[in-house]
Protein backbone atom coordinates (compact mmCIF):
# COMPACT_ATOMS: atom_id res chain seq x y z
CA UNK A 1 0.00 0.00 0.00
CA UNK A 2 0.99 3.63 -0.60
CA UNK A 3 2.49 5.46 2.29
CA UNK A 4 -0.08 8.50 1.26
CA UNK A 5 -3.50 7.61 -0.41
CA UNK A 6 -5.44 9.79 -1.45
CA UNK A 7 -8.83 9.11 -3.16
CA UNK A 8 -10.60 9.67 -5.50
CA UNK A 9 -8.09 9.66 -8.00
CA UNK A 10 -10.45 11.15 -10.38
CA UNK A 11 -13.93 12.91 -9.88
CA UNK A 12 -16.03 14.74 -12.29
CA UNK A 13 -18.51 17.26 -10.63
CA UNK A 14 -20.70 19.78 -11.24
CA UNK A 15 -20.63 23.35 -10.02
CA UNK A 16 -22.53 23.97 -6.46
CA UNK A 17 -22.34 20.45 -5.54
CA UNK A 18 -20.26 19.57 -2.24
CA UNK A 19 -17.30 17.23 -2.38
CA UNK A 20 -15.03 15.55 0.18
CA UNK A 21 -11.36 14.43 -1.39
CA UNK A 22 -9.24 12.15 1.48
CA UNK A 23 -5.89 11.88 2.17
CA UNK A 24 -4.89 8.94 4.44
CA UNK A 25 -1.39 8.27 5.86
CA UNK A 26 1.07 5.21 6.94
CA UNK A 27 3.66 6.91 7.51
CA UNK A 28 3.30 7.66 11.34
CA UNK A 29 3.75 11.74 10.42
CA UNK A 30 1.88 14.78 12.44
CA UNK A 31 2.06 16.86 9.28
CA UNK A 32 -0.21 16.79 6.19
CA UNK A 33 -0.64 19.18 3.81
CA UNK A 34 -3.46 19.96 1.05
CA UNK A 35 -1.49 21.71 -2.29
CA UNK A 36 -3.60 22.42 -5.26
CA UNK A 37 -1.80 22.14 -8.86
CA UNK A 38 -2.82 24.30 -12.01
CA UNK A 39 -1.15 24.18 -15.40
CA UNK A 40 1.80 26.94 -15.11
CA UNK A 41 1.06 28.29 -11.21
CA UNK A 42 2.92 24.88 -9.66
CA UNK A 43 1.65 23.86 -6.59
CA UNK A 44 -0.09 26.33 -3.70
CA UNK A 45 -0.63 25.40 -0.48
CA UNK A 46 -4.26 25.12 0.51
CA UNK A 47 -4.00 24.17 4.47
CA UNK A 48 -1.68 22.26 6.41
CA UNK A 49 -2.11 21.11 9.84
CA UNK A 50 1.01 20.45 12.29
CA UNK A 51 -0.83 17.68 15.17
CA UNK A 52 -4.31 16.57 15.04
CA UNK A 53 -5.64 19.97 17.01
CA UNK A 54 -3.58 22.33 14.99
CA UNK A 55 -5.17 24.22 11.37
CA UNK A 56 -4.01 26.45 9.00
CA UNK A 57 -4.81 28.39 6.18
CA UNK A 58 -2.48 28.37 3.32
CA UNK A 59 -1.99 30.81 0.47
CA UNK A 60 -5.28 30.03 -1.39
CA UNK A 61 -7.67 28.71 1.12
CA UNK A 62 -10.99 30.33 -0.05
CA UNK A 63 -13.64 28.02 -0.88
CA UNK A 64 -12.49 25.27 0.93
CA UNK A 65 -12.34 23.70 4.23
CA UNK A 66 -10.15 21.08 5.83
CA UNK A 67 -10.72 18.29 8.68
CA UNK A 68 -8.35 16.44 10.37
CA UNK A 69 -9.84 13.41 11.94
CA UNK A 70 -7.04 11.74 13.22
CA UNK A 71 -2.86 11.52 12.88
CA UNK A 72 -3.58 9.54 9.80
CA UNK A 73 -6.21 11.54 7.99
CA UNK A 74 -6.91 14.67 6.60
CA UNK A 75 -9.83 16.04 4.41
CA UNK A 76 -10.22 18.85 2.16
CA UNK A 77 -13.81 19.84 1.12
CA UNK A 78 -15.33 21.52 -1.47
CA UNK A 79 -18.61 22.93 0.20
CA UNK A 80 -19.54 24.36 -3.51
CA UNK A 81 -17.61 23.78 -6.08
CA UNK A 82 -17.12 26.01 -9.26
CA UNK A 83 -15.55 25.71 -12.22
CA UNK A 84 -12.01 27.30 -11.51
CA UNK A 85 -11.50 24.84 -8.72
CA UNK A 86 -10.46 22.36 -11.58
CA UNK A 87 -7.18 20.87 -10.45
CA UNK A 88 -4.79 18.57 -9.50
CA UNK A 89 -4.69 18.08 -5.71
CA UNK A 90 -1.98 16.69 -3.83
CA UNK A 91 -1.69 15.47 0.00
CA UNK A 92 1.36 15.37 1.38
CA UNK A 93 3.00 14.27 4.92
CA UNK A 94 6.05 15.14 6.69
CA UNK A 95 8.31 14.94 9.73
CA UNK A 96 7.82 16.88 12.36
CA UNK A 97 11.13 18.90 11.12
CA UNK A 98 9.41 19.92 7.93
CA UNK A 99 11.36 17.63 6.47
CA UNK A 100 10.28 14.37 4.15
CA UNK A 101 7.66 15.28 2.33
CA UNK A 102 5.78 12.35 1.07
CA UNK A 103 3.36 13.08 -1.52
CA UNK A 104 0.04 10.81 -2.71
CA UNK A 105 -0.44 10.46 -6.34
CA UNK A 106 -2.80 12.87 -6.11
CA UNK A 107 -6.87 13.54 -7.47
CA UNK A 108 -7.98 15.00 -10.56
CA UNK A 109 -10.55 16.87 -10.23
CA UNK A 110 -12.99 18.49 -12.88
CA UNK A 111 -15.82 21.10 -12.05
CA UNK A 112 -18.71 21.18 -14.98
CA UNK B 1 8.57 34.85 3.26
CA UNK B 2 10.02 32.69 0.79
CA UNK B 3 9.58 32.66 -2.72
CA UNK B 4 11.20 30.55 -6.01
CA UNK B 5 11.65 31.58 -9.30
CA UNK B 6 11.51 29.46 -12.35
CA UNK B 7 12.04 31.58 -15.40
CA UNK B 8 11.98 28.75 -17.69
CA UNK B 9 8.04 27.74 -18.62
CA UNK B 10 9.38 25.23 -21.19
CA UNK B 11 12.40 23.65 -22.74
CA UNK B 12 12.40 21.73 -26.17
CA UNK B 13 15.58 19.86 -26.69
CA UNK B 14 16.56 17.07 -28.74
CA UNK B 15 17.66 13.72 -27.40
CA UNK B 16 21.20 13.74 -26.33
CA UNK B 17 21.58 17.24 -25.73
CA UNK B 18 22.64 18.35 -22.11
CA UNK B 19 20.16 20.67 -20.54
CA UNK B 20 19.93 23.05 -17.40
CA UNK B 21 16.71 24.04 -15.27
CA UNK B 22 17.32 27.33 -13.71
CA UNK B 23 16.14 28.42 -9.98
CA UNK B 24 16.39 31.18 -8.12
CA UNK B 25 15.19 31.23 -4.94
CA UNK B 26 14.59 34.39 -2.10
CA UNK B 27 14.16 33.95 1.82
CA UNK B 28 15.86 36.18 4.71
CA UNK B 29 16.76 32.89 6.69
CA UNK B 30 20.00 31.79 6.68
CA UNK B 31 19.32 28.22 7.08
CA UNK B 32 16.93 26.16 4.45
CA UNK B 33 16.70 23.18 2.91
CA UNK B 34 16.25 23.18 -1.39
CA UNK B 35 14.39 20.63 -2.95
CA UNK B 36 14.24 19.28 -6.88
CA UNK B 37 11.10 17.24 -7.90
CA UNK B 38 10.22 15.52 -11.39
CA UNK B 39 6.66 15.21 -12.73
CA UNK B 40 6.18 13.09 -15.37
CA UNK B 41 3.06 12.56 -17.71
CA UNK B 42 1.72 10.47 -15.20
CA UNK B 43 1.60 12.86 -12.76
CA UNK B 44 2.91 11.41 -9.43
CA UNK B 45 5.97 13.81 -7.80
CA UNK B 46 9.21 12.20 -7.75
CA UNK B 47 11.55 13.72 -5.28
CA UNK B 48 15.32 14.43 -6.90
CA UNK B 49 17.37 16.00 -4.26
CA UNK B 50 17.32 17.64 -1.09
CA UNK B 51 20.55 20.53 -0.39
CA UNK B 52 21.10 22.35 3.01
CA UNK B 53 21.86 25.94 2.67
CA UNK B 54 25.02 25.28 4.58
CA UNK B 55 26.15 22.28 1.94
CA UNK B 56 27.09 24.46 -1.43
CA UNK B 57 29.20 21.35 -2.54
CA UNK B 58 27.83 20.42 -6.54
CA UNK B 59 26.25 16.93 -6.73
CA UNK B 60 25.78 14.27 -9.30
CA UNK B 61 23.73 11.29 -9.95
CA UNK B 62 24.19 9.86 -12.77
CA UNK B 63 23.39 12.00 -15.52
CA UNK B 64 21.70 14.53 -13.22
CA UNK B 65 24.15 17.23 -11.66
CA UNK B 66 22.68 20.21 -9.27
CA UNK B 67 24.88 23.70 -8.90
CA UNK B 68 24.04 25.73 -5.58
CA UNK B 69 25.14 28.66 -5.18
CA UNK B 70 24.52 30.98 -2.17
CA UNK B 71 26.16 33.50 -3.92
CA UNK B 72 23.15 33.98 -6.71
CA UNK B 73 20.75 32.63 -4.68
CA UNK B 74 20.62 29.79 -7.39
CA UNK B 75 20.26 26.01 -7.23
CA UNK B 76 20.27 24.64 -11.04
CA UNK B 77 19.79 21.40 -12.48
CA UNK B 78 21.38 19.74 -15.08
CA UNK B 79 20.53 16.63 -16.87
CA UNK B 80 23.40 15.30 -19.21
CA UNK B 81 22.64 13.76 -22.56
CA UNK B 82 18.76 14.04 -22.26
CA UNK B 83 16.19 11.00 -22.91
CA UNK B 84 12.94 10.98 -24.38
CA UNK B 85 12.21 9.66 -20.52
CA UNK B 86 12.87 12.95 -19.14
CA UNK B 87 10.50 14.22 -20.80
CA UNK B 88 8.48 16.03 -17.05
CA UNK B 89 7.85 18.99 -15.59
CA UNK B 90 10.15 19.60 -13.57
CA UNK B 91 9.52 21.41 -9.59
CA UNK B 92 12.19 23.52 -7.72
CA UNK B 93 11.29 24.09 -3.79
CA UNK B 94 12.21 25.64 -0.77
CA UNK B 95 11.92 24.97 3.22
CA UNK B 96 13.32 26.94 5.80
CA UNK B 97 14.94 25.25 8.68
CA UNK B 98 12.29 27.26 11.64
CA UNK B 99 10.51 23.71 12.32
CA UNK B 100 7.02 26.04 11.47
CA UNK B 101 8.14 26.55 7.81
CA UNK B 102 6.20 24.60 4.87
CA UNK B 103 6.79 23.67 1.22
CA UNK B 104 7.08 26.12 -1.18
CA UNK B 105 7.49 25.66 -4.49
CA UNK B 106 8.14 27.42 -7.87
CA UNK B 107 5.84 27.13 -11.26
CA UNK B 108 7.54 24.49 -12.39
CA UNK B 109 9.73 23.95 -16.03
CA UNK B 110 7.96 21.89 -18.77
CA UNK B 111 10.90 19.37 -20.44
CA UNK B 112 10.08 18.35 -23.88
CA UNK B 113 12.56 15.75 -24.88
CA UNK B 114 12.13 14.43 -28.24
CA UNK B 115 13.79 11.84 -29.95
Known amino acids: DADVTQTPRNRITKTGKRIMLECSQT?????MYWYRQDPGLGLRLIYY???????NKGEISDGYSVSRQAQAKFSLSLESAIPNQTALYFC???????????FGSGTRLTVV | AQKVTQAQTEISVVEKEDVTLDCVYE???????LFWYKQPPSGELVFLIRRNSFDEQNEISGRYSWNFQKSTSSFNFTITASQVVDSAVYFC????????????FGKGTMLLVSP
Open chain 1, 27 to 31: KGHDR
Open chain 1, 49 to 55: SFDVKDI
Open chain 1, 92 to 102: ATSSTGGFGYT
Open chain 2, 93 to 104: ALILNSGYSTLT
Open chain 2, 27 to 33: TRDTTYY
